[in-house]
C-alpha cells in the first residue's frame, strides 16, 4: 500500500526539517549575493539546463506559472541571448527553449556567487562536520535522482 503525500510518516518531521534548511540557505546565499541576472530568470535557466529544452507550457506548469508569465520571462532570457528557440523535432509547429552557451556561462557565474555567500560558513565547520555535510549532499543528490526515475 503506498502512502500519499498528506499521510505523516515517521520520516515527516526529517522531511520538513530538510526543506525548511534548504530553502533558508537558498534565501540566504540569494538575499546576500548581487546577481546580475533576477533570482526568477537564474533559477528558470537552472530549470532549462537541468530538464533540457522544453515547450514553453511545459516550463510554465514545472514553475507554477501561467503560459503568458512564462512566455515573458523566457523573451528576457532570449533578449539577453542566454536561451533560444528552437524547432520541436516531434511536432515542427512548436519550439523548444534551450539555454545558450552564453546562459550556461552566465548561470555557472550566478552559481558561484550564490556558492561564495556559503564558503566562510562552511570553512568554519571542523573536519567530521564538513565530512557529514559532504556525505548528505550525496545522499540528497541521491533522492533527487531516485525522484526523477519515479516521472
Do not use: W
Not at 519550439?95 to 561564495?116: F, M, N, P, W, Y
Not at 570553512?123 to 550525496?138: F, G, I, K, W, Y
Amino acid at each position: 500500500m503506498s502512502s500519499s503525500p498528506a499521510t505523516h510518516s515517521p520520516d515527516t518531521a526529517l522531511s520538513a526539517d530538510l526543506l525548511s534548511v534548504v530553502a533558508r540557505l537558498n534565501r540566504l546565499a540569494t538575499q546576500r549575493v548581487k546577481m546580475k541576472l533576477p533570482f526568477a530568470q537564474a533559477r528558470l535557466l537552472s530549470t532549462i539546463e537541468d530538464q533540457g529544452a522544453a515547450r514553453i507550457s511545459d516550463l510554465a506548469a514545472f514553475d507554477h506559472c501561467s503560459q503568458p508569465t512564462m512566455t515573458t520571462q523566457v523573451r528576457r532570457l532570449e533578449e539577453a541571448a542566454l536561451v533560444s528557440r528552437v524547432t520541436d523535432p516531434a511536432d515542427a509547429r512548436a519550439v523548444l527553449i534551450s539555454i545558450t552557451a552564453k546562459g550556461r556561462e552566465v548561470l555557472a557565474r550566478v552559481r558561484a556567487d550564490r556558492s561564495a555567500v556559503v564558503d566562510p560558513y562552511l570553512a568554519r565547520l571542523d573536519p567530521a562536520d564538513r565530512q557529514s555535510l559532504t556525505e548528505a549532499v550525496r545522499v540528497m543528490r541521491s533522492i533527487l535522482a531516485d525522484a526523477t526515475q519515479d516521472r
